[in-house]
T-cell receptor, first 116, second 113 residues
Framework: AQKVTQAQTEISVVEKEDVTLDCVYE???????LFWYKQPPSGELVFLIRRNSFDEQNEISGRYSWNFQKSTSSFNFTITASQVVDSAVYFC?????????????FGDGTTLTVKP | DGGITQSPKYLFRKEGQNVTLSCEQNLNHDAMYWYRQDPGQGLRLIYYSQIVNDFQKGDIAEGYSVSREKKESFPLTVTSAQKNPTAFYLC????????????FGPGTRLTVL
């Protein structure tokens, strides 16, 4: 069964600090997709990134970067020089192409608080 | 602008009443989903639909029902059989099932009095 673990329930940092959110997943499929979403206080989830299992290249988008490592089944998310607006709940999700017919499983989320 | 709308944003109901949550999308997406979120927890899948006139139970479908008569619409009914319906409900859509990122609506917060 697919499973996503976000071990960090809450993280608090001071503005301009770097912070890494961990995501560990379990799957038996060879083809799968990983996602990160942001949920600000308004409640609506916002898509951040998608990675397929065949693409282990790290990605950088502005202050955001993602480290995908199949060897450790991890897909970690780093925010560089954090800002107050980064305060939100962040979810990691996994979608298996075959076993679960593409349904996504979400982790329990990590609540990030960035203090000024 | 393309997106997903959910209404109402806040909903109150008395115990024993059925209530229907609306979800509409104009993204031309085939797949739609309903999730439930409880405080401090992740999203749990209630129902999903891959195509019009077809839908499947998710992980916590008991006490809920859906319909998919139009591509744009995927309403969720919370029935009186749902033992603990107070929660935040999120609707989402994607181009197809699972392969693409999901786009979410603003959510409906349901409170049972």
């Amino acid at each position: 069964a697919q499973k996503v673990t976000q071990a960090q329930t809450e993280i608090s940092v001071v503005e301009k600090e770097d912070v890494t959110l961990d995501c560990v997943y379990e799957t038996r499929d060879t083809t799968y997709y990983l996602f990160w979403y942001k949920q600000p206080p308004s409640g609506e989830l916002v898509f951040l990134i998608r990675r397929n299992s065949f693409d282990e290249q790290n990605e950088i988008s502005g202050r955001y970067s993602w480290n995908f490592q199949k060897s450790t089944s991890s897909f970690n998310f780093t925010i560089t020089a954090s800002q107050v607006v980064d305060s939100a709940v962040y979810f990691c999700a996994l979608s298996e192409a075959v076993t679960n017919a593409g349904k996504s499983t979400f982790g329990d989320g990590t609540t990030l608080t960035v203090k000024p | 602008d393309g997106g997903i709308t959910q209404s109402p944003k806040y909903l109150f109901r008395k115990e024993g009443q059925n209530v229907t949550l609306s979800c509409e999308q104009n993204l031309n997406h085939d797949a739609m989903y309903w999730y439930r979120q409880d405080p401090g927890q992740g999203l749990r899948l209630i129902y999903y639909s891959q195509i019009v006139n077809d839908f499947q139970k998710g992980d916590i479908a008991e006490g809920y029902s859906v319909s998919r008569e139009k591509k744009e619409s995927f309403p969720l009914t919370v029935t009186s059989a749902q033992k603990n319906p107070t929660a935040f409900y999120l609707c989402a859509s994607s181009i197809n099932l699972g392969l693409g990122e999901q786009f979410f609506g603003p959510g409906t917060r349901l409170t049972v009095l």
